[in-house]
């Protein structure tokens, strides 16, 4: 897997978390009812997985910063 650097303001940072976390909620809870949704749970875990990163980073910024 190939690695991206980039450049957020905590704000950024911020958000994009909110908007990740949300969008993990809303394939685990809410696609499931959809009629014809297929769970991919190696997506799943890997959302799971970044939000949780991205949650780190937010509250190493916020000591930091």
Same mark, same amino acid.
Request: glycine share 6%; hydrophobic share 40%.
């Given at each position: ?22 969008? =993990? ?25 970044? =939000? ?14």
């Amino acid at each position: 897997m190939n690695r991206v650097a980039l450049k957020l303001t905590l704000e950024e940072l911020r958000l994009l978390t909110t908007l990740a976390s949300d969008q =993990v909620f809303r394939r685990q809870f809410i696609d499931p009812r959809m009629p014809g949704h297929k769970t991919n749970s190696e997506e799943m875990s890997l959302g799971k997985a970044l =939000v949780t990163r991205l949650r780190l980073m937010l509250d190493e910024g916020k000591a930091t910063g």
